[in-house]
């Protein structure tokens, strides 16, 4: 039987809770399916371990990460230390050096929520945001000059490579035959007219090898009001780095908000761990109350299980989630309940 | 009588449309007003005059606009002309070359109309986004290396100046004072680490000026949420370039579409003339039919009336589109109804 090492980064704030009823059902839906073996090391990486060693992880971190099958993280960050620098320690050296290059956020209405918008069912609501995870905006290319003085001004340079784009455009496209056979490009190459030009061009270079699938550009301030008011159009959306990052919370918002919206960092041929994570982020303002919705996190699991070569036991806990959801029992307060974060994890292992 | 001179720039696709039944509205609110006279100059800058000359507008278009008390333009682009050309030779260097530095875009509901958000009424749509108008992401500074090879790659700068962000956090502030005093700041310091940051900072500096005013910051991920699941807690939103453009459409799309959204570019110290449009784009795929919905250009125009020193009239142009939707009778298309674009304008007139 195979053993699968993976390695929990449970974070920050809300991320040890949600972790916690991860890890307790991806080990009850691998004991039913019987066909490999889980084995979790906890990683205590996170603001308390940066107050203590200067650092988010140890020099070696990626290092002793690089062994493991699988990266499951629950969320990162801490009023006590700036943002930018747990994020750029910790999160998004492992989507770096991994070329976890796809961040892979499914927007889908589960049975038994119901979604914000007004006319809209689960029928309507179905797809995926396939986000570029490595480069574009999210450089560390910039600084600041003058400072001190009335001219003072910070920079800071976005990088989009032909290699970057054309692999997450595969990707999105072969997905998109996978699916409804459907891609819209989040694009802004009227206001961007350096980088958004180029991303548009590589991605219709490598259209032409799937012209079984359709392929659209919309600007993305005009594709963020598709979400809202025609979210039934889209299947796949692809998107540059920060593009995605906000599309793929505003399409959390849709489908329930993001205490159902999982993610995966996926390193899809597999050279390397690929890390899965809620879409949601540490919420200090509700840590250590035990009412946080774990089901994004749980989701992130199963994700991390079809990532494992395991697609059954991955379907039967997002069916096991639907299922806990529809009896509308146990409900955490984001969704309007009074259920606990560790009573909705138990209710998932039940209707496994 | 002062007499108040507006350039029109109908611009492309249902620009003109649009247009026509705002200089029609206003003409009638400023003979009704009997304050104030505006006189009309019609220029032909659009992506055909593009075809011709090979430009979107004269050499000494800057100069000749800035003879004007305003300027009305409806939408540009199309097909024929790549966008990044006809914004960066017409709206943008507008933008820019008259220290527009404040895109006003009101996000209300308006008596009459429904917001897709199923639990969401009027009282909880009524928030404003001033977004920074003239740098930040929309910098022309980038270009191409190694093209035609594998390491190919498109990079771009943003540039963020303590300039540039004072004197739209200033505007924000003092509006929110007039409101409900309170600003919500989007940022993305934990992604992009050198110019968020400094936005934030510049921000939090100017904030003291203004201890009554509330200031929150949120990620632009995180606030494009609120957008949809609680927009009751927004008041002004202060965003950059970028994001302001974003989250306007965004905003739009939950108050009933773009249909319905104005916007001024505005000079707040009136050294230069401002320059009122629509948020919603040329439309090419319903252009010439005469469907548009003219609401937004019409109230992008009483915007400009405000501008120019005239409240009352602006106020009553605002109530009368309010009165049209609110009998639902003469809708167009995009709002679920049959009436044409001058039916619109033809009741507004008549409401006045
Ligand atoms: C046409 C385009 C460059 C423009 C922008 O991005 O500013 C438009 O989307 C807007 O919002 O006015
Ligand atoms: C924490 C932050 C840097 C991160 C991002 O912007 O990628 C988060 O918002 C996400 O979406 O995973």
């Given at each position: 039987m195979r053993t699968h090492r993976i390695a929990v980064i449970p974070g920050d704030g809300i991320g040890p809770e949600v972790v916690r009823e991860g890890v307790k059902v991806l080990e009850a839906a691998a004991v039913r399916a019987g066909m490999f073996r889980l084995e979790f090391d906890w990683l205590p990486w996170n603001c308390s371990y940066y107050r203590r060693h200067g650092r988010m992880m140890p020099a070696d971190g990626i290092e002793q990460l690089r062994t493991y099958d699988g990266i499951y993280l629950g969320a990162v960050g801490d009023p006590s230390v700036p943002d930018h620098v747990s994020v750029w320690q910790l999160i998004l050296p492992i989507r770096k050096a991994f070329q976890q290059y796809v961040n892979l956020r499914p927007a889908k209405l589960l049975a038994g929520l119901e979604s914000?918008?007004?006319?809209?069912e689960a029928r309507d609501l179905d797809f995926v945001i396939v986000r570029e995870n490595t480069e574009g905006e999210y450089s560390d290319i910039g600084g600041r000059l003058h400072?001190?003085?009335?001219v003072e001004m910070a920079v800071q340079t976005s990088v989009f490579t032909r290699y970057g784009i054309e692999r997450v455009a595969r990707y999105a496209l072969s997905l998109a035959r996978r699916r409804r056979g459907h891609v819209a490009v989040a694009t802004k190459s009227n206001g961007l007219a350096h980088t958004m030009p180029y991303w548009d061009e590589v991605i219709r270079s490598c259209r032409v090898e799937f012209p079984d699938v359709d392929v659209s550009f919309y600007h993305v301030d005009a594709l963020s009001t598709l979400f809202v008011l025609r979210p039934e159009t889209l299947d796949v959306v692809l998107a540059t780095n920060l593009f995605g990052d906000i599309l793929s919370d505003l399409g959390a918002a849709v489908v329930g908000?993001?205490?159902v919206a999982p993610a995966g960092n996926i390193n899809p041929e597999k050279r390397f761990p690929s890390m899965f994570e809620p879409?949601?982020?540490?919420?200090?303002?509700?840590?250590?109350?035990?009412?946080?919705?774990?089901i994004a996190a749980i989701w992130s699991g199963a994700m991390m299980l079809e990532h494992l070569g395991h697609p059954e036991p991955a379907a039967e806990v997002v069916r096991a989630i639907e299922q806990v959801l529809a009896e509308g029992?146990?409900?955490?307060r984001d969704l309007g309940g009074t259920a606990s974060t560790e009573e909705v994890g138990d209710a998932v292992v039940r209707a496994l």
């Open positions: 914000p918008l007004r006319h809209k400072p001190g003085t009335p908000g993001l205490g879409v949601h982020g540490s919420a200090p303002d509700i840590a250590g109350k035990g009412i946080a919705n774990p029992r146990v409900w955490t």
